[in-house]
Nanobody
Framework: VQLQASGGGLVQAGGSLGLSCATS????????LGWFRQAPGKEREAVSC????????YYADSVKGRFTISRDNAKNIVYLQMNSLTPEDTGVYYC????????????WGQGTLVTVSS
């Protein structure tokens, strides 16, 4: 299983950025997918998750109303659209996959850096 995140970069506060994560080696129908982030000096936190079917989603309170997660199982890609970005959104963003038989995210991508300038 491999996950390849992309789309990070530098953006000004109030701007938008879209992340993508291409997955391979897994059957999308059986994996939940999620985005996590780790800010400098802080622990990694869950940002948003989406069920295998795409019908269920989760958002951290800090991103509700600003971020949107989606997935295209035909293309094996999960997306994270981030709007109204603030400097507090700065960090390395990781995508991860959770098999249907697991309660944790077992597979992780390499991360993509998002920097929001004030």
């Amino acid at each position: 299983v491999q996950l390849q995140a992309s789309g990070g970069g530098l953006v000004q506060a109030g701007g938008s950025l879209g992340l993508s994560c291409a997955t391979s080696g897994l059957d999308s129908a059986y994996y939940g997918l999620g985005w996590f982030r780790q800010a400098p000096g802080k622990e990694r936190e869950a940002v948003s998750c989406i069920s295998a079917s795409g019908r269920s989603t989760y958002y951290a309170d800090s991103v509700k109303g600003r971020f949107t997660i989606s997935r295209d199982n035909a293309k094996n890609i999960v997306y994270l659209q981030m709007n109204s970005l603030t400097p507090e959104d700065t960090g390395v963003y990781y995508c991860a996959a959770q098999p249907h038989y697991s309660v944790v995210f077992d597979y992780w991508g390499q991360g993509t850096l998002v920097t929001v300038s004030s």
